[in-house]
């Protein structure tokens, strides 16, 4: 009797920051599998560029990070949801990261604490 066993891969997600494109790419491996628009730092407080990883999240936090805040390993910045839809798309924030609030729950239920998080222009 042959006994076949399934192989389940589990993806292997980071996240791609565009700040110039004002949208977020998720990627299994090198391959982008979701993209959702984003609002990121305004001039004064622009958001920040380089190598990052998710290192905590908290859900409802409430006022200007909505239902879902995810912090970097940049400290007081993070991925969040917010109380303001219409700045999504705008260059508005203090530098973190808006999603609409479906969005960064989505985001956040694919992607684990540790994930990589490259931004860039």
Request: glycine share 10%.
């Amino acid at each position: 009797m042959l006994i076949k066993k399934e192989l389940t891969i589990m993806p292997h997600y980071r996240i791609i920051v565009d700040i110039s494109d004002r949208a977020l790419y998720l990627l299994d491996g090198n391959r982008v599998v979701r993209q959702f628009p984003i609002a990121v730092g305004k001039m004064l407080t622009q958001t920040p560029t380089g190598e990052f990883k998710i290192i905590n999240k908290q859900e409802n936090p409430g006022g200007p990070f909505g239902v879902l805040w995810m912090g970097l390993s940049k400290p007081h910045y993070g991925i969040h949801g917010t109380n303001d839809p219409a700045s999504i798309g705008r260059a508005v924030s203090h530098g973190c990261i808006r999603m609409y609030n479906d969005d960064v729950l989505d985001l956040s239920s694919l992607v684990p604490i540790g994930t990589r998080v490259t931004i860039r222009n």
